[in-house]
């Protein structure tokens, strides 16, 4: 074994081949290297906004429907009420002024039974016989009008307070009525409106989301696409290695199986010149062809990435601003209706110490009537008795019979009172429940859980816009950077077609040197077999196998078939494949 004949003027081929193939390891592995960070920042984008998208969308966010309608509703039932209490207070200070002439009333009958009573104790004087039982009649009718009036002007008393309690309560509510009630309402009408306008947010949120997670999960597949069309560098790499072989072995560099005869060795050299001029032909044409599309998919994966950047800053933009101002209108909101709640408790204050009043002088009255009742009946019965033992003394007793008869019929007129006084407290009564009754579901204590858990969701939706700004800045910031990647790719791309831009020349070159002849002759043919078999069983690529099967064929060389070999796994493959 020795080296072929002489160099055919391919060393210079070799050199270009060479240099090529050194850019290309470097330049693929740079790129794939670039689009492969690229291909992570845009998944975890994707992922994160995919999150993002269910969180804002979640039932945590529904949950404040519930809590801006019971907000609304309560802040309009307040509102509704308002003229319903002040009808009420109004029917009970009406009733209480009528309880303070019946007061008056019953009064007087009572101060006339003390006079009935003074009168009745002279008369008794002026008798000679049971005197004595006579004098004790009158005292005890004197000390039960004593007791009722003394009970009755208590009561007069109460129903003074009573009447400054409901007059103060009804000023008070008819004022918050003048000043709050159609803000009550207002401010019902926007929390409604506030209710709409946070699903409208939240859905462009999530819209927002949806559609940047989109295109972020359509670029990295794009990216995935792209760095594997990168596995083109280590297929050329492989080829232009073959070639370089080849040519090393045509120009007498490699070591091979020489022929005896020199002119046959010469023609075999050029006939594998010739060979690898096509191999390399193609594996350019093939090569140009792999980095234009390379080419144009970075061309496209920069304008989807700026599409995305600028989609980013349009939608997000507005989305932030204005979400950021409408939840400021929600809280506001929220401040005023809280402060109308607690002006609104502030006035009832007075409304709940007139009830107080109310159900402790209803109490009294009712007690005091029941009272009166019971010194009606003694003071009647103490009457007829007298009036009884009066008429067995004839006509000395008949002053004391009038008496008598004045007696029970003042008595009666208290009687006939009381039992007027019974239906106004009834009334009162039930105006008072009324009332009680309109204030059960206004209670501020129950608003306040529902102001809670609006002012947590509004946290929630706080939080969750964060995490959509820290993620959309990430999308716009790694976006415009990976533009940079894209460009400065295609640069690296475009350096490595000039490098390849020479070799077409090379290409002529090698085919002007080897077209000597149009068949290989038979014994050179037989002799090259060697050599043209260890150069098939150096390929890797189908086409390569084609290629030289097509060429050998040509040249009246029956070629044998040439068994696949597949690829060799390269350290280039580790850089470009994630």
Do not use: W
């Amino acid at each position: 074994m020795s080296s072929l004949l002489p160099d055919v003027g391919v060393s210079g081929v070799v050199a270009s081949v060479e240099h090529v193939n050194s850019q290309i390891e470097g330049t693929f592995a740079e790129v794939g290297g670039r689009l492969g960070r690229g291909h992570e920042i845009f998944q975890e984008l994707n992922d994160g906004l995919t999150r993002l998208s269910g969180e804002l969308s979640g039932t945590n966010i529904e949950g404040t429907a519930a809590a801006f309608q019971n907000i609304a509703r309560k802040l309009t039932e307040l509102a509704e009420v308002l003229p319903s209490e002040s009808a009420s207070l109004d029917g009970i200070g009406r009733k209480a002024s009528e309880t303070s002439a019946l007061l008056r009333a019953l009064l007087k009958h009572i101060q006339m039974i003390s006079i009935i009573s003074r009168s009745a104790r002279i008369e008794a004087a002026s008798l000679d016989s049971n005197r004595g039982s006579f004098l004790d009649f009158t005292q005890e009718a004197f000390q039960l009008a004593k007791a009722a009036q003394d009970s009755v002007e208590s009561c007069t008393r109460d129903q003074v307070q009573l009447a400054d309690a409901i007059k103060t309560a009804l000023d008070k509510h008819r004022e918050f009525q003048t000043r709050y009630r159609e803000q009550l309402i207002s401010v019902s009408s926007e929390l409604i409106a506030s209710h709409g306008r946070i699903q409208q947010q939240q859905s462009n949120g999530v819209r927002l989301t949806e559609t940047t997670g989109a295109s972020a999960g359509r670029i990295a597949q794009a990216v995935g696409i792209s760095i594997v069309s990168l596995q083109a560098g280590d297929s050329i790499r492989q080829r232009l290695e073959h070639v370089c072989h080849g040519l090393h072995v045509a120009s007498g560099y490699a070591t091979g199986i020489v022929p005896d005869d020199a002119e046959d060795a010469a023609l075999i050299s050029r006939f594998i010149a010739g060979l690898e001029a096509e191999q390399l032909d193609d594996a350019v044409r093939q090569f140009d062809t792999d980095i234009r599309q390379i080419a144009h998919t970075l061309s496209s994966l920069g304008s989807d990435v700026a599409g995305i950047v600028s989609q980013g800053k349009s939608l997000y933009g507005n989305q932030n601003n204005t979400t950021s101002s409408f939840l400021s209108e929600i809280k506001q909101s929220l401040n005023h209706a809280s402060e109308l709640i607690r002006s609104c408790e502030n006035a009832r204050i007075s409304v709940d110490r007139a009830l107080s009043v109310v159900e402790d002088t209803l109490g009294k009255f009712r007690r005091a009537a029941s009272e009166l009742s019971h010194t009606v009946t003694d003071i009647i019965l103490i009457g007829m008795n007298a009036g009884l033992r009066a008429g067995h003394l004839g006509a000395k007793g008949s002053s004391f019979v009038v008496i008598a008869n004045e007696l029970k019929t003042t008595a009666d007129h208290i009687s006939g009172g009381a039992g007027m006084l019974r239906p106004v407290l009834d009334e009162i009564e039930v105006s008072a429940n009324d009332l009680r009754s309109l204030r059960v579901d206004a209670e501020s204590s129950q608003l306040a859980g529902l102001e809670n858990s609006v002012l947590a969701a509004i946290q929630d939706i706080e939080m969750g816009n964060e995490r959509v700004n820290g993620t959309m800045t990430r999308l716009i910031k790694e976006g415009a950077e990976f533009e940079d990647v894209i460009a400065s790719a295609q640069d690296t791309l475009k350096s490595l077609a000039d490098a390849l831009a020479v070799l077409p020349d090379h290409i002529s070159s090698l085919r002007a040197d080897s077209k000597t002849f149009d068949t290989m002759p038979a014994a050179a043919g037989e002799k090259a077999k060697p050599l043209l078999e260890d150069l098939a069983n150096r390929y890797t690529m189908a086409t390569e196998r084609e290629i030289h099967r097509r060429f050998l064929n040509d040249a009246g060389i029956k070629a044998d078939a040439i068994p696949d070999k597949p690829a060799t796994e390269t350290a280039a493959d580790d850089v470009l494949f994630f």
